[in-house]
């Protein structure tokens, strides 16, 4: 899956990632947000995840593409059961984001995923999980 960085002047990318920065999960402020593209291009998503275990996966609203977000696929034989993701107007299609807090040495320590409803727009995390172990630098290619 692509992506690309929080260096972005896209007004629908900049409403997602000062939400996922606003969540600051963890109490961590969000060093890193990564939008999600898929390699179709598509970047819009439906996404199923558990928050117990911190698990997320997208899935891509055209080619159906699935992409484990983070460190995901290391945990989902932890998960008994996944949601998916619905926003309160009820669509299931969302642009995403992945949020990264790093630690003084530049290791991810939090991880935060966030929709923005294709609907309504309405744009908030929906998981995110600790990362407690060293190197993470391969977190930040699976957002």
């Given amino acids: 899956m692509d992506s690309r960085a929080d260096d972005s002047t896209d007004p629908v990318f900049d409403e997602l990632r000062t939400s996922i920065e606003g969540f600051a999960a963890g109490g961590y402020p969000i060093d890193r947000v990564i939008e999600a593209a ?8 439906a996404l199923v ?11 891509c609203t055209e080619c159906e593409a699935e992409a484990e977000i983070a ?4 945990h989902f034989d932890d998960v008994d059961e996944v949601e998916q993701a619905q926003c309160s107007c009820g669509n299931e299609v969302f642009t995403a984001a992945t949020g990264f807090a790093l630690d003084p040495q530049g290791e991810v320590r939090w991880v935060s995923v966030g929709l923005r409803c294709t609907r309504d727009g309405i744009a908030g995390v929906y998981v995110d999980w600790k990362i407690d172990y060293v190197p993470t630098e391969q977190l930040l290619s699976n957002a």
């Fill in 38 to 45: 898929c390699d179709c291009g598509n970047r819009t998503f």
């Fill in 49 to 59: 995840f558990d928050d117990e275990v911190g698990v997320a996966v997208r899935i």
């Fill in 71 to 74: 460190d995901s696929g290391e």
